[in-house]
C-alpha cells in the first residue's frame, strides 16, 4: 500500500515559479518510478515529469521541459516538482503517481502504467 500526498498549489503570475511536493508512505524499490502528471479543465491527462527512486534518470513531457525540475529528498520520502517561467496553459490538477515496480523508460509517459495516485493539487497561473 502506498500513500501519497501532494502539497504547494496555488495562484501564480505568468513567469512565476512555484514547487510542489509529493510525499510517500509505504514505499517503493529502488525501481519504483515517481511521475507528475496534470490535467487542465476539458483536456486530457498530460505528463509532465519522472524519475526513478534511485533518482538516476529523469524524464520529462515537450511542453515542460526546460523550465520543469524533478527531485527528490530520500531522507523524507518526498519529491518535488519546481516549474519555472510558468505559462498560462500550465494551469491544471497536479498529480503525483507511483510505478511500484520495474518499467522501461519508454513507458514512464504512460498514465496506465501507475499504480498509486496522488489526490491532487491546484495549479493557476494567472495573466
Known amino acids: 500500500q502506498v500513500e501519497l500526498v501532494e502539497s504547494g498549489g496555488g495562484l501564480v503570475q505568468v513567469g512565476g515559479s512555484l514547487r510542489l511536493s509529493c510525499t510517500a508512505s509505504g514505499f517503493p524499490d529502488k525501481d519504483s518510478v515517481i511521475a507528475w502528471f496534470r490535467q487542465a479543465p476539458g483536456k486530457e491527462r498530460e505528463f509532465v515529469a519522472a524519475?526513478?527512486?534511485?533518482?538516476?534518470?529523469?524524464n520529462y513531457g515537450d511542453s515542460v521541459r526546460g523550465r520543469f525540475t524533478i527531485s527528490r529528498d530520500r531522507n523524507k520520502n518526498t519529491y518535488y516538482l519546481q516549474m519555472n517561467s510558468l505559462k498560462s496553459e500550465d494551469t491544471a490538477v497536479y498529480s503525483c503517481a507511483v510505478r511500484s515496480r520495474r518499467i522501461i523508460y519508454g513507458l514512464w509517459h504512460d498514465a496506465t502504467v501507475y499504480d498509486w495516485w496522488g489526490q491532487g493539487t491546484q495549479v493557476t497561473v494567472s495573466s
Open positions: 524519475t526513478t527512486w534511485s533518482g538516476g534518470s529523469t
